[in-house]
């Protein structure tokens, strides 16, 4: 295998050095001017004539050389202004000067993630798909992985809150949680290094505000070689920077949930040369589920600064994030029927689509801290983040075609993962005989000290209560880019550090199934208040521990571009990333007889404490490194179509999820192999953009290799992952409109299916758990009114049934369901917005713990839906 590397690295190589060879012929000169609607120079704009072509220098000149005398079709464009073409006749040394038009809706159709150098979507050899703010308000998002449900080919279960959703491409699977194969960026820069943290997924940190620009997401391509940890794809969210003076004053209130929220928006140019933006938002309320309490409470600012230079611009940016969200897990759910064809419903009590296990009840957790302290958690923290950035980028052209970007941020985290588990429902009868007892009693509520009915439901519930003591990271990402002709050539070096310092301080409780603030249960003496463990016995202890790892990440990377004609281009990458894991880790060990809450009597929970095994903390030392590569064409049929097809591999570094399991050594080294995870892929698209519509499509195949664990209950808790995984499908994104009506949609077929598995066998073959054939979005809506200033529209999302688990016993049907939006302006600048999410209130369940169902009876399972029917009301000032 290390051979083949070699050989690829060598070959790529080759191929760049053959590529940067070509250029040069012919005569006459065309050369000139490129400036905007004041005069002022346009820096870096793309000025091509035939298959030539440049960019404008600092003082906004270009020149083309080599081109035949006679007519010469001249095409200028630049990010944030309308694309100029004109034809041009030549002769010797010819000048054509050309103004530039803004045109900020052209934005949407410029890629710049992803990729080394800007391009529309229609020279751009991935696929790419971008949201604006418009979309992002029609559709209402309650978080911010529900934008995803906009993209083709992304699979996001948003069903976790604000936060802590599981995202996937093009059928790479969800083995656990997070986002492992994709990175979330916020202007060019990952939130995170790794995607799927263990309570610290990449999305917990990034919130959707009016400062948002748009999101730009890409599927495979050339992820792989810009980023590191990213050969899925990369979803970046790109921030307004006040180039156009104006801002937004918005205020949302939920008309059937507790929420109210402001968000306020406002940039300017100061001089001709300085510009800033700034703004944010604040919300509180119970959120979209019946909490019992305040479960979202916090908020956000950010502001940048941008400088610009006759041959360039530096850019400076800050960013606040201080909010607490409410993080659902999965909930008590009836299932009938059979395996195949089941039947899902609410259980008595509680209601799938409305409520959770969180309660008034239940907010106050004693622990023992990682270090041995008494540490007192509240459950209202729910996922938690603090997040202080600050960052800048900066872009030169240093003349005869050098231009230089560099982009860096540094990131401070910290914060808290609250929330509750159920590990086991079961009747109060047999609970209670699981203790001794002759039944179960009111710890807490209006019932409480009273008996607790054998016949009613119980839960046995684990805090999921994590200390995010510190996610600190730092990146910076050089690139040095010379024009030869017609080669672009990229030279670039990234760098990065990763903190990954966090403690699990997990105990048990009994609870009552109920959805409007459920009490405690004690089981006698063996009970206090409703806790019965310090730890999680249920599971072995297993999830009383503290990690304090930092990764230290290299990667130099190369890329050439080659207009190998005026329709024609073809690009090849590649990236060496390396990386060095150093720190310390302790898991669990058992106290006897601990006085935890300082009663100076040994409560029953007391007698075996779990507590961190600072004793014993164990090394982490490995090193990593893989080679990740891509080649990719790309030709213009016609101004309005394209095709294009890449072939890719990338990889993806294993973190935190690499530790405490058999994958890990005493000694801190990670078995061979397993440091880090790699993803092939192949796809071949068909891009259209007319007048009035779009349409693209892109063929995918895509092969996986996987280390990782998840949440599997028994005596051990844990549940190691070890396989392989192939898929290929189809993307297919489009819109239409005619008139005053649009339509937009997207839908993805995706064929996936584990292709071996090391630790078990069984499932080979066998389709990945929660992985769908077809997954949707389609949103029709209207324009009406004297000055089509009124917006009338719904969106269909669903998706095909899917497997629970990877045994592939119990379906989890499809769904569809409905969000009906209506915009009115009711006066200049001054709006109003009515979005009903799942208005028919639809059941879809996304996630569930259990494999399997004893058929023709009723069954309670642990699962996740997406939310019921949630209604806003916005009103909004734009000026």
């Known amino acids: 295998m290390k051979k083949i590397t070699n050989l690829l690295q060598k070959s790529l190589l080759l191929a760049m050095l053959l590529l940067v060879s070509q250029a040069f012929a012919q005569s006459g000169v065309l050369s000139g001017k490129v400036t905007d609607a004041k005069g002022n120079a346009v820096v870096g704009a793309n000025v091509a004539a035939g298959s030539k072509s440049t960019t404008t220098n600092e003082s906004g000149a270009y020149s083309i050389g080599g081109l035949a005398d006679g007519a010469t079709s001249v095409t200028v464009s630049f990010i944030g202004y309308k694309t100029i073409k004109k034809e041009v006749s030549v002769k010797g040394n010819t000048t054509a000067d050309f103004q530039m038009e803004d045109d900020s809706k052209s934005l949407d159709e410029v890629v710049v993630t992803g990729v080394v150098r800007q391009r529309t979507k229609l020279q751009s050899s991935v696929s790419v798909s971008s949201v604006n703010t418009a979309q992002i308000e029609q559709a209402a998002p309650r978080s911010t992985a529900e934008i995803f449900r906009s993209i083709a080919g992304i699979k996001a279960e948003p069903t976790g809150g604000e936060g802590n959703a599981n995202i996937t491409v093009r059928g790479i699977p969800i083995a656990s949680g997070g986002a492992k194969f994709l990175q979330l960026h916020e202007d060019g820069l990952p939130v995170m290094?790794?995607?799927?943290?263990?309570?610290?997924?990449?999305?917990?940190?990034?919130?959707?505000?009016?400062?948002?620009?748009?999101?730009?997401?890409?599927?495979?391509?050339?992820?792989?070689?810009?980023?590191?940890?990213?050969?899925?794809?990369?979803?970046n969210f790109i921030s307004k920077d006040g180039k156009k003076e104006g801002g937004t004053l918005m205020q949302q209130v939920g008309l059937d949930f507790g929420q109210t929220r402001t968000d306020f928006e406002y940039g300017s140019p100061?001089?001709?040369?300085?510009?800033?933006?700034?703004?944010?938002?604040?919300?509180?309320?119970?959120?979209?589920?019946?909490?019992?309490?305040?479960?979202?409470?916090?908020?956000?600012?950010?502001?940048?600064?941008?400088?610009?230079?006759?041959?360039?611009?530096?850019?400076?940016?800050?960013?606040?994030?201080?909010?607490?969200?409410?993080?659902?897990?999965?909930?008590?759910?009836?299932?009938?029927?059979?395996?195949?064809?089941?039947?899902?419903?609410?259980?008595?009590?509680?209601?799938?689509?409305?409520?959770?296990?969180?309660?008034?009840?239940?907010?106050?957790?004693?622990?023992?801290?990682?270090?041995?302290?008494?540490?007192?958690?509240?459950?209202?923290?729910?996922?938690?983040?603090?997040?202080?950035?600050?960052?800048?980028?900066?872009?030169?052209?240093?003349?005869?075609?050098?231009?230089?970007?560099?982009?860096?941020?540094?990131?401070?985290?910290?914060?808290?993962?609250?929330?509750?588990?159920?590990?086991?429902?079961?009747?109060?009868?047999?609970?209670?005989?699981?203790?001794?007892?002759?039944?179960?009693?009111?710890?807490?509520?209006?019932?409480?000290?009273?008996?607790?009915s054998n016949n009613a439901l119980a839960m046995r519930i684990h805090t999921f209560d994590t200390e995010i003591n510190n996610f600190n990271n730092f990146t910076n990402d050089m690139k040095l880019s010379k024009k030869f002709g017609d080669v672009d050539v990229t030279f670039g070096y990234y760098r990065a550090f990763q903190n990954i310092n966090m403690s699990w301080l997990w105990n048990s409780y009994l609870m009552e199934v109920k959805g409007d603030n459920a009490a405690l249960l004690n089981a006698g003496s063996a009970t206090s208040n409703g806790l019965?463990?310090?730890?999680?016995?249920?599971?072995?202890?297993?999830?009383?521990?503290?990690?304090?790892?930092?990764?230290?990440?290299?990667?130099?990377?190369?890329?050439?571009q080659w207009k190998a004609s005026e329709k024609l281009t073809v690009d090849a990458s590649v990236r060496f990333d390396s990386g060095k894991a150093r720190g310390t880790y302790a898991g669990a060990t058992q106290a006897a007889n601990l006085d935890v809450n300082n009663n100076g009597v040994i409560d029953g929970p007391e007698v075996s404490v779990s507590v961190v095994d600072n004793a014993n903390r164990k090394p982490i030392n490995y090193d990593y490194d893989y080679t990740s590569y891509s080649l990719g064409l790309n030709y213009l049929m016609n101004e309005n179509q394209s095709v294009f097809g890449r072939y890719s591999r990338g990889g993806r570094a294993n973190a935190d999820r690499l530790l405490f399991g058999p994958n890990i050594l005493n000694s801190g080294a990670a078995i061979n192999g397993l440091s880090a995870d790699m993803v092939d892929q192949a796809e071949i698209g068909f891009k259209r953009k007319g007048e009035n519509h779009t349409f693209y499509a892109t063929a995918f195949y895509s092969k996986v290799s996987e280390q990782n664990w998840d949440f599997g209950g028994g005596a051990g808790g844990i549940r190691q992952i070890q396989r392989e995984y192939n898929a290929m499908g189809l993307e297919l994104e489009g819109s239409y409109r005619v008139s005053d009506f649009n339509i937009m949609g997207n839908v993805t077929y995706t064929k996936a299916k584990i292709a071996s598995d090391a630790l078990?066998?069984?499932?080979?073959?066998?389709?990945?758990?929660?992985?769908?054939?077809?997954?949707?979005?389609?949103?029709?809506?209207?324009?009406?009114?004297?000055?089509?200033?009124?917006?009338?529209?719904?969106?269909?999302?669903?998706?095909?049934?899917?497997?629970?688990?990877?045994?592939?016993?119990?379906?989890?049907?499809?769904?569809?369901?409905?969000?009906?939006?209506?915009?009115?302006?009711?006066?200049?600048?001054?709006?109003?917005?009515?979005?009903?999410?799942?208005?028919?209130?639809?059941?879809?369940?996304?996630?569930?713990?259990?494999?399997?169902?004893?058929?023709?009876?009723?069954?309670?399972?642990?699962?996740?839906?997406?939310?019921?029917?949630?209604?806003?009301?916005?009103?909004?000032?734009r000026f």
Not at 439 to 444: D, G, I, P
Request: with cysteine; hydrophobic share 35%.
């Open 532 to 560: 019965y463990a310090y730890g999680v016995p249920l599971w072995g202890n297993c999830c009383t521990r503290n990690y304090d790892a930092n990764y230290d990440i290299t990667a130099p990377y190369a890329a050439v």
């Open 760 to 877: 078990n066998p069984s499932v080979e073959g066998n389709r990945p758990r929660r992985q769908a054939d077809f997954i949707y979005n389609i949103v029709p809506s209207y324009k009406f009114g004297g000055k089509k200033q009124h917006n009338v529209g719904f969106s269909v999302i669903g998706t095909t049934k899917a497997y629970a688990q990877d045994n592939n016993q119990l379906v989890m049907p499809g769904y569809a369901y409905v969000n009906p939006f209506v915009s009115v302006e009711l006066t200049k600048g001054l709006s109003a917005t009515l979005n009903v999410n799942n208005v028919f209130d639809t059941i879809g369940i996304t996630e569930v713990e259990e494999g399997s169902i004893t058929e023709n009876q009723d069954n309670i399972l642990r699962a996740r839906s997406i939310n019921g029917r949630t209604t806003t009301l916005t009103i909004a000032y």
């Open 270 to 452: 100061l001089t001709e040369t300085l510009r800033f933006h700034v703004g944010g938002f604040y919300r509180q309320g119970e959120g979209p589920r019946n909490a019992g309490y305040t479960a979202n409470l916090g908020g956000q600012f950010k502001a940048n600064l941008t400088k610009e230079f006759k041959n360039g611009y530096v850019r400076l940016y800050v960013k606040y994030l201080n909010d607490k969200s409410i993080g659902y897990l999965p909930m008590p759910v009836k299932v009938s029927g059979t395996n195949a064809s089941p039947n899902w419903s609410s259980v008595s009590g509680f209601d799938i689509l409305h409520d959770t296990p969180h309660s008034a009840y239940m907010l106050d957790n004693l622990t023992i801290g990682a270090d041995g302290e008494r540490r007192r958690s509240n459950m209202a923290d729910g996922m938690h983040p603090i997040n202080t950035s600050f960052g800048a980028e900066m872009s030169f052209d240093l003349g005869d075609d050098w231009k230089i970007e560099n982009r860096f941020r540094q990131n401070f985290i910290k914060g808290r993962f609250e929330s509750l588990f159920p590990a086991e429902i079961s009747t109060g009868g047999a609970l209670a005989s699981a203790f001794g007892v002759a039944n179960l009693t009111y710890a807490n509520g209006p019932s409480a000290g009273g008996n607790f």
């Open 193 to 235: 290094q790794f995607g799927d943290v263990a309570f610290g997924n990449a999305d917990i940190f990034v919130r959707n505000d009016q400062t948002l620009a748009r999101v730009e997401a890409i599927r495979g391509g050339s992820a792989s070689t810009v980023a590191s940890n990213s050969p899925a794809g990369i979803i």
